[in-house]
């Protein structure tokens, strides 16, 4: 497989990005209500071979239970098991509040949502028009009067999308 840099990959990675990094954002709280969305962040030491220290931070996401000397935070996970079954397991972190790094609320993010949304607006614009092109259609207003003069058949749709993933 080679790498490409034409313009429809790097738009896809970059709405890959946007999707990705979603509409929320997480800000360091000094104090959280109850109920609130939170990401904590616990340090994690571990001994390697050599006896070296190394330590790690692990970030552990669910809604806070209470936040006194102990944090409580109610976690969910969800696995698939087969084909139809999936399997949610619900568990409550309980921790010191003296070891926790740090607590970060999570918050709905304007500016990301905004920019998702207009990704996929600009992503969906150059499909159709990239489509309404490779299927010879025109801007000018031709045609049967109606508003619908591209057509395009199954081999040329075939030939954009291989043209799209950059395979000729």
Known sequence: MRASSS???RAIALLGAFVLSGCYTYIPATSVAPGSDVRVLLPVESR???GTVIRETLAVEGTLVSWDDTLRVATETTQQVGNFR???QMDTLRVPAGEVDAVELREFSRGRTLGLTAAIVG???LLVTGISQAAGGSDD?????NGT??????????DLLRAIG???
Do not use: K, W, Y
């Open 7 to 9: 313009p429809p990959v």
């Open 48 to 50: 390697r071979a050599g």
């Open 86 to 88: 999936q399997v949610r």
């Open 123 to 125: 992503g969906a614009a």
């Open 141 to 145: 207003g031709g045609g049967n009067g």
């Open 149 to 158: 003069s591209a057509s395009i058949t199954v081999g040329r749709f075939l």
């Open 166 to 168: 950059g395979r000729e």
